[in-house]
């Protein structure tokens, strides 16, 4: 199945529905996945090397691992670029569509409604992530339940339609908007018409 998704339309988009935002992975993180891929291709190379010098067939070794190391490097960048192009997000007035790169060839479409919604979490991988302000975006669903495992002896969030949105600038911000798509939906619904798209960038910068 084919999805022709661009910043002005997407595949199942609604009649009259708008779109409020394109959520895209930071380019930071395929940076950094990138680097992984090249970090393993040399640890590749290196186990290599090391080994051709234990066994005494030292450069037939080292072209092994040099030609490895580079299908490594090209596939595995390849991959990563292609995964992160197909992975992108739709904020709408009706609800929120996700479409994720689950293969190669692949592409799962998640949507969820407004009406199901039932609280938004923002949250950073880490430090250095929460410092660029880029962060996950949590959107539960009231289908998402919460059961106890005695084995654990401990309660664990099961999600049944959860829509995660990671690697996304101001997701804080973001994830303020969504509350207030959440507010207006579901308190003034008549007021929706006028919310304005969010603009992705800092607070005093935005109109």
Known sequence: ???HNTDK???GKQD??????IVRPHPISLTFKIAQIYLIALVVFLAFVLLGTQLSIHTLFVVGGLLTAILIA???SKV?????????AYITDRRLVRFEPTTLVATNPRSITWDEVVK???YPPNAIWKQMAI??????S????????PDDKKFYDISVDDIELKDVYLYKDLGNYIDKILFIYKQRPKELDKIHEFVPKPKGERY
């Open 142 to 149: 009231r289908s998402s339940m919460r059961d106890y495992y």
């Open 9 to 11: 339309d997407f595949f």
């Open 1 to 3: 199945m084919a999805l």
């Open 80 to 88: 990563v670029i292609d995964y992160q192009a197909r992975d992108i």
């Open 135 to 140: 962060g996950s975006i949590s959107v539960h």
């Open 16 to 21: 009259g529905e708008r779109i409020l935002f």
């Open 74 to 76: 090209a596939v595995g």
């Open 120 to 122: 938004v979490k923002t």
